[in-house]
């Protein structure tokens, strides 16, 4: 059975960090490439970042680059997505999602990122 589990959500206040993790099972978590979204309330799901198979590539939403890192550790089926500096506006569901080359994807159920004082 495919899962993709988020944790590490919860309360931050703005300029503070937190460090939210993705694990992967029932499939060959190396093969695919992960990336995390986020859906904030009323709006519709945005790409977030982005990494490839062997970490080599690495892209981010242009409202997150330089805040964000995201990082993989394929021995222990990891995803990781590094939030600095966080900003009201990041406030959503984040959800990891994993994409194999032939168009295979499965989505994680989510963890909840809220930005207040």
């Known amino acids: 059975q495919v899962q993709l589990v988020e944790s590490g959500g919860g309360l931050v206040q703005p300029g503070g960090s937190l460090r939210l993790s993705c694990a992967g099972s029932?499939?060959?978590?190396?093969?695919?490439?992960m990336s995390w979204y986020r859906q904030a309330p009323g709006k519709a799901r945005e790409f977030v970042a982005i990494?490839?198979?062997?970490?080599?590539?690495?892209y981010y939403a242009d409202s997150v680059e330089g805040r964000f890192t995201i990082s993989r550790d394929n021995a222990q089926k990891t995803v990781d997505l590094q939030m600095n500096s966080v900003k009201s506006e990041d406030t959503a569901v984040y959800y990891c999602?994993?994409?194999?080359?032939?168009?295979?994807?499965?989505w994680g159920q989510g963890t909840q990122v809220t930005v207040s004082s």
């Open positions: 029932g499939f060959t978590f190396n093969n695919y490439v």
């Open positions: 999602k994993a994409v194999l080359s032939g168009g295979t994807e499965y």
């Open positions: 990494i490839g198979i062997s970490s080599g590539s690495r």
